[in-house]
């Protein structure tokens, strides 16, 4: 084989960049990045047999890999059991549905119980991660209101703590890539406009936010919503509250769970057309019921009750995150909200990528950047994945 052979090469493939779809192109992978992409017309036939492996798509989509920004866990496990074993778990799990990266997301809890997820996370990455790779920690809670504590354990709810978020940025530099709080609550403008500071992304979620506090939030640096619609103060047309800020403000990034469930497909629609395509994230909100069916579990010591699919706890019926895969995420917003397979593309990689800033190295298809692939068939059902150009068999 000679010296510039590429690892691997997908030919024959509908690939998925940022500004087009190559209807009949060819990707080729070379050291765990994309080296050479074209329509199938320009591909080096000599380059081609040297390759080490060929796989033909047979007119199969070539996708970037999925980014999810906001999952618990996943097949019996949560990100707060806070072990190597339960990481490994959840990123294989996710991983084998499309997800190449994620942030490990808490709930609220107790400072102990949030760095002891801190600590295994920054291990787990110091290890080598095999499956989907963990980009961060997303800490949703503990600052959010009692109001609208969701599957929250509202005995753990405090309001944000200037200290506590110094101390964990200060033993774990560029862990904490995404922080949810309720900008209403006392004391949260300097935590956001700190947070900010340091480059983290800063998110309203369990909020009973005005319109006019939300605005105010976004000026000392708030830039993202998570799970739009869900556990916020919704619109009215004499006080828009935290919805209408969400729909209306431009530097806000949304998260939406798209599993039918959480938020009616017309309202996704609206988010599609308020947000447009580049400023809309898909993401799961996975509990560690995903994949194991119906039965009972826990969420943040709450009791939770999985029937035909959908999470809710034992007390009080909220919706307890989810049992979604990105893969199922992506289908729905394709086949029952009309999105395009490119629009639900940027929705799912290049959206999050951008808001983590982590566009110079994956969230889309590109010369240069991590081979983080899926090949999914024109019914949208997926055959293969790659991490960082290393194929993962399903």
């Known amino acids: 084989m ?7 090469l997908i030919i024959n493939a509908k690939v998925v960049t940022p500004d087009t779809v190559i209807p009949a192109g060819y990707a080729a992978v070379k050291d765990g990045k994309i080296e050479a992409l074209g329509s199938m017309a320009e591909l080096n036939e000599a380059l081609a047999e040297a390759a080490g492996a060929k796989i033909d798509a047979r007119g199969s989509w070539l996708l970037p890999g999925f980014i999810d920004v906001h999952v618990h866990g996943g097949y019996g496990s949560d990100f707060m059991d806070g072990t190597i074993e339960s990481l490994e778990t959840i990123t294989r799990f996710h991983s084998s549905h499309g997800t190449t990266t994620m942030l490990a997301t808490t709930v609220t809890g107790s400072p102990e ?7 295994s996370v920054k291990a787990y990455r110091e290890k080598g991660m095999p499956y989907a790779q963990l980009a961060g920690v997303h800490l949703e809670g ?18 944000p703590k200037l200290e506590w978020v110094k101390e964990w940025t200060s033993r774990y530099p560029g862990l904490i890539r995404l922080v949810t709080l309720a900008p209403e609550t006392e004391g949260a403008l300097p935590v956001i406009a700190f947070l900010a500071g340091q480059g983290i992304v800063v998110a309203c979620g369990h909020t009973d936010s ?17 799970h739009t619609f869900n556990a916020m103060k919704g619109l009215h047309h004499r006080e828009p509250g935290v919805v209408g800020a969400v729909l209306t403000e431009d530097k806000i990034c949304a998260e939406v769970i798209a599993d039918g469930h959480h938020v009616h497909p017309a309202c ?22 995903a994949g194991l069916g119906d039965g009972d579990f826990e969420l943040g010591g709450l009791a939770v009750v999985v029937k035909d699919g959908v999470a ?10 989810s049992t979604l895969t990105m893969m199922g995420a992506f289908r729905f917003v394709v086949n029952t ?22 566009l110079e190295e994956t969230g889309s298809i590109e010369t240069g950047k991590q081979a983080d692939l899926l090949l999914v068939t024109p019914e949208l059902d997926l055959e293969r994945v790659w991490v960082q150009g290393r194929e993962l068999h399903q």
Request: proline letters at 5%; hydrophobic letters at 40%; glycine letters at 8%.
């Open 2 to 8: 000679s010296r510039e052979a590429w690892d691997t």
């Open 113 to 119: 119980a949030i760095g002891q997820v801190l600590e």
């Open 142 to 159: 503990p600052f959010i209101s009692p109001k609208w504590p969701g599957a929250q354990n509202p005995n753990f709810i405090v309001t």
């Open 210 to 226: 005005t319109y006019a506090q939300i605005g105010e939030a976004v000026k000392h640096g708030l830039s993202h919503a998570v």
């Open 268 to 289: 996704i629609r609206l988010l599609t057309q308020t947000k447009r395509s580049d400023n809309l994230l898909l993401i799961t909100d996975a509990m560690s019921a």
């Open 312 to 321: 809710r706890l034992r007390d009080g019926d909220s919706l307890a995150g």
């Open 337 to 358: 909200v009309g999105a395009s397979v490119e629009e639900a593309s940027r929705m799912a990689s290049w959206n999050p990528a951008k808001q983590l800033g982590l």
